[in-house]
């Protein structure tokens, strides 16, 4: 299937996101990569007539830890079925008061923490620098939170994401040093995901589902238990939300030209990139 275009819009996120009633004609692809096989089968269908895929970022099973999915061959895999705007959704826990469980947070900046996780396609013969002062495209999440709100979602744009290893979850100490940073919420997913999105030329818009106050506050320290059942009433949330907003991504105009970023950033010129790297990146880079 790779190398069809089968849809032009994809989410990532929780394995649930895709039983939404609204979306028909499902069809499950598996796709081979150069970077290896994604988290799980890609989903393809249509809401209310728009084409869009789904991929769950830990796997159907979620038996995939933070630091062990394979990010560059979930975009990869994206990219050769002809998408260019990804909606990824993510469980996080709230370094704000104002940010209680259940909020959704349409960050507009992430800060990454993560130490263990190749977040770059170049590299062994090929250098390139993508421009990541705005991580986001803010057209598709100032949409989306408009939207979230018209459906009673308690809903905040803008804030800090800052992106930890995992798969443990914060010290107080930690917790209490994010908050002082100003950060907003906490998370261990989207840095990598941002980065190679960035450099694969995709539009890239984050919804952040509250589901904790990390452990800074206390008596609401988090736990897997109470992560979730709030996970569950914040994916019945997302599943309106995409129902709703996914007919209207394509109409929007991205004002940040995200997939112009890649342009000019890989350094080392054509005939300096070795033939099977090239052979490999290709999709990416051109």
Not at 31 to 37: H, Q, R
Not at 188 to 207: D, N, Q
Request: hydrophobic content about 35%; charged content about 25%.
């Amino acid at each position: 299937m790779a190398g069809k275009k089968l849809a032009e819009i994809a989410i990532i996120g929780g394995s649930g996101l895709y039983e939404i009633k609204e979306f028909t004609n499902k069809k499950e692809i598996k796709i081979k990569t150069p970077f290896g096989n994604p988290s799980d089968a890609i989903v393809v269908g249509s809401i209310s007539g728009t084409k869009c895929a789904f991929l769950p970022r830990h796997g159907k099973k979620h038996a995939i830890l933070p630091t062990e999915i394979p990010q560059k061959a979930n975009l990869w895999a994206l990219k050769s079925i002809g998408v260019k705007t990804i909606i990824s959704a993510s469980a996080v826990g709230s370094l704000k008061q104002s940010l209680p469980p259940t909020h959704f947070v349409f960050p507009d900046q992430f800060v990454d923490e993560t130490r263990h996780r190749p977040s770059t396609f170049f590299g062994d013969g090929i250098v390139g620098h993508v421009p990541m002062a705005e991580p986001f495209c803010k057209a598709i999440s100032k949409m989306m939170y408009k939207e979230s709100k018209k459906l009673k979602i308690k809903s905040h744009f803008g804030g800090t994401y800052v992106c930890m290893e995992g798969p443990g979850f914060s010290t107080k100490a930690e917790s209490h040093y994010h908050r002082k940073m100003g950060y907003s919420i906490i998370g261990m997913t989207l840095a990598t995901e941002a980065k190679l999105a960035r450099e694969a030329g995709f539009c890239y818009a984050p919804v952040s589902l509250v589901t904790d106050y990390d452990c800074w506050k206390e008596g609401e320290e988090v736990d897997q238990e109470k992560v979730t059942r709030t996970v569950r009433l914040n994916v019945e949330n997302m599943k309106k939300l995409l129902a709703k907003v996914i007919p209207q991504l394509a109409k929007i105009k991205c004002s940040g030209s995200c997939r112009d970023f890649t342009k000019g950033s890989v350094l080392t010129a054509r005939k300096d990139i070795p033939a099977k790297l090239y052979n490999k990146l290709k999709l990416i880079i051109e």
